[in-house]
């Protein structure tokens, strides 16, 4: 695991702008369904979320011009994407590489919370179980992406492997350990 | 021999992780208040601990089930059930505080091994001793307070096995007594299983400053680059007297690596380490250090150098009791 910030890479300006005209319809639309489509595959991501499956979570990647709102909804998820950020329970922010790497198992919430690279603001209990399950579940975005269609799927493959070579973050799950 | 290391599985995936790590004993709990970890989206269902048993076993490690809080009067059926479930799961053991509970294992689950929590605060031999002829005790976890000439000094006078914490977050009250954050939230760590529990922490960002709250109370504030810290009373800054400062103790993690020879050597079984709360990133790295540290000291090889100071709290670390005398 990497030790935290000095490592942390931080999206570069230039590419980050180049994100800025993104159309966020067709965005949101993609992203909804990849969360749909994690949610369907790990059950268990609802159910350690628990009580907090109708928070409103706002995701913001600090070095990216837009922020995404993912609300569980009991099931029905949805995630939207905005350039000024909506009303949320609870906001998790950072560049976008920490919120990968927790996503990927590559860094430790608490730690990178303790470095101040993370930053939690509103209802920490959500945040805490989103952090919870998210981990639990071990997940790798690049896999889930084969569940969108092929258009979609390859535009946003490019789009992560673009990031991965600006960035130089792990967009993969680290540390595989075999499954039950 | 290789002393045993403890580690903390909050979740399936860190077991996982620390088995693969190479844990010899991984300890975790139920999704209750069975447990003094009884936090958001963490803990085992029946079922996830059933097969996490099965998992640690294939590859030869150990599950211990912490079934650590004290019940609550009229809700004893919760906690028993725990201790049926742990034993059905196939546990190689069960972690318990409260001598009601003790009690019941011992009348009903014979032949399931007893651990006795750091939540008894169990800090002398007499003690000791007593849970051990009262409920059969075979392993006591220590409380954080003790140096290493007072550990060994009690394991001179105890048959039962000693388990010590090594790293981690540093909990210097007499543990499975305190109130602090039951003060400032209602719910208490000992018999809800929850310290600064969650729903009541808040952190704002404020001038410049980050303030972390617990039940409406201040507890830090920090500057900007400044570690944060957890908004724990007993971490908490406060002004006293005139002073300000850390009262009560400092906002720093355990880590006694570098007292492993002393603490093989004051007769200690088992290393544990504190973290349930943790990622299994954090369980894996930490894990890893640890089970080479046991493995370098079996062989006569130094300790390896330490990489785990920016996982802690306060990012810094301290020997704790071992090597303090208190203020």
Same mark, same amino acid.
Not at chain 1, 102 to 113: E, I, K, Q, T
Not at chain 2, 122 to 143: C, E, H, M, T
Not at chain 2, 203 to 221: P, S, V
């Given at each position: 695991?990497?030790?935290?910030?000095?490592?942390?890479?931080?999206?570069?300006?230039?590419?980050?702008?180049?994100?800025?005209?993104?159309?966020?319809?067709?965005?949101?639309?993609?992203?909804?369904?990849?969360?749909?489509? *994690? *949610?369907?595959?790990?059950?268990?991501?609802?159910?350690?979320?628990?009580?907090?499956?109708?928070?409103?979570?706002?995701?913001?990647?600090?070095?990216?011009?837009? *922020?995404?709102?993912?609300?569980?909804?009991?099931?029905? *998820?949805?995630?939207?994407?905005?350039?000024?950020?909506?009303?949320?329970?609870?906001?998790?922010?950072?560049?976008?590489?920490?919120?990968?790497?927790?996503?990927?198992?590559?860094?430790?919430?608490?730690?990178?919370?303790?470095?101040?690279?993370?930053?939690?603001e509103g209802d920490t209990a959500a945040a805490l179980a989103l952090r919870n399950a998210i981990d639990d579940a071990e997940l790798d975005l690049a896999e889930e992406l084969t569940a969108l269609p092929p258009v979609l799927a390859g535009a946003l493959r490019r789009a992560i492997a673009l990031a991965e070579r600006r960035t130089g973050v792990a967009l993969t799950r680290v540390a595989e350990g075999p499954a039950w | 021999m290789v002393m045993e290391t403890v580690c903390p599985a909050g979740t !399936?995936?860190?077991?996982? &992780?620390?088995?693969?790590?190479?844990?010899?004993?991984?300890?975790?709990?139920?999704?209750?208040?069975?447990? &003094?970890?009884?936090?958001?989206?963490?803990?085992?269902?029946?079922?996830?601990?059933?097969?996490?048993?099965?998992?640690?076993?294939?590859?030869?490690?150990?599950?211990?089930?912490?079934?650590?809080?004290?019940?609550?009067? /009229?809700?004893?059926?919760?906690?028993?059930?725990?201790?049926?479930?742990?034993?059905?799961? /196939?546990?190689?053991?069960?972690?318990l505080a409260d001598p009601g509970l003790l009690a019941h294992a011992a009348e009903h689950h014979p032949g399931l091994r007893r651990h006795?929590?750091?939540? &008894?605060?169990?800090?002398?031999?007499?003690?000791?001793?007593?849970?051990?002829?009262?409920?059969?005790?075979?392993?006591?976890?220590?409380?954080?307070?003790?140096s290493v000439p007072e550990i060994a000094a009690i394991n001179a006078e105890t048959d039962v096995e000693t388990e010590v914490f090594v790293f981690g977050g540093l909990c210097v009250m007499a543990e499975g007594r305190c109130s602090l954050s039951s003060y400032a939230t209602g719910l208490s760590p000992n018999m809800h299983g929850v310290c600064s529990p969650a729903s009541h922490v808040d952190?704002?960002?404020? /001038?410049?400053?980050?303030?972390?709250?617990?039940?409406?109370?201040?507890?830090?504030?920090v500057g900007k680059g400044e570690p944060a810290p957890y908004p724990t009373l007993c971490k908490g800054c406060f002004t006293s007297q005139g002073a300000t400062g850390h009262v009560f103790e400092d906002p720093v993690s355990l880590n006694a690596e570098q007292l492993i020879p002393q603490l093989a050597? &004051?007769?200690?079984?088992?290393?544990?380490?504190?973290?349930?709360?943790?990622?299994?990133?954090?369980?894996?790295?930490?894990?890893?250090?640890?089970?080479?540290?046991?493995?370098?000291?079996?062989?006569?090889? !130094?300790?390896?150098?330490?990489?785990?100071?920016?996982l802690s709290e306060g990012q810094a670390g301290t020997t704790g009791a071992y090597r303090k005398t208190w203020r």
């Open positions: 695991m990497p030790s935290a910030s000095q490592t942390i890479p931080i999206f570069p300006r230039p590419a980050g702008m180049m994100l800025r005209p993104l159309p966020l319809a067709p965005l949101s639309a993609a992203l909804s369904m990849l969360a749909r489509r *994690v *949610v369907t595959r790990h059950p268990g991501l609802l159910r350690r979320l628990g009580a907090h499956d109708r928070a409103r979570f706002l995701i913001d990647p600090t070095d990216l011009p837009l *922020v995404l709102c993912l609300e569980p909804r009991g099931g029905q *998820v949805r995630v939207t994407a905005h350039r000024q950020a909506p009303r949320a329970d609870v906001r998790i922010a950072g560049p976008l590489a920490a919120l990968l790497g927790l996503v990927h198992g590559a860094y430790d919430g608490d730690a990178l919370f303790f470095s101040r690279d993370l930053v939690i | !399936p995936a860190a077991l996982r &992780a620390a088995v693969e790590a190479g844990a010899h004993s991984i300890y975790c709990g139920f999704a209750d208040e069975t447990n &003094a970890r009884n936090f958001p989206g963490l803990n085992f269902s029946r079922e996830e601990m059933a097969a996490g048993v099965a998992f640690a076993h294939a590859r030869g490690a150990k599950v211990l089930v912490a079934i650590n809080t004290y019940p609550r009067a /009229g809700a004893a059926p919760l906690w028993h059930r725990a201790v049926a479930d742990a034993e059905a799961s /196939g546990a190689d053991a069960v972690i006795l929590s750091v939540q &008894a605060a169990a800090a002398n031999a007499d003690v000791i001793n007593f849970y051990a002829d009262s409920f059969g005790v075979k392993r006591v976890v220590l409380p954080r307070v003790l952190y704002a960002e404020e /001038g410049g400053e980050l303030a972390a709250r617990l039940g409406g109370y201040t507890i830090h504030r050597k &004051a007769g200690v079984t088992a290393l544990k380490i504190e973290g349930r709360q943790r990622s299994r990133a954090y369980v894996a790295q930490v894990v890893r250090n640890f089970r080479a540290a046991v493995d370098a000291l079996a062989a006569g090889r !130094p300790m390896p150098e330490g990489m785990l100071a920016r």
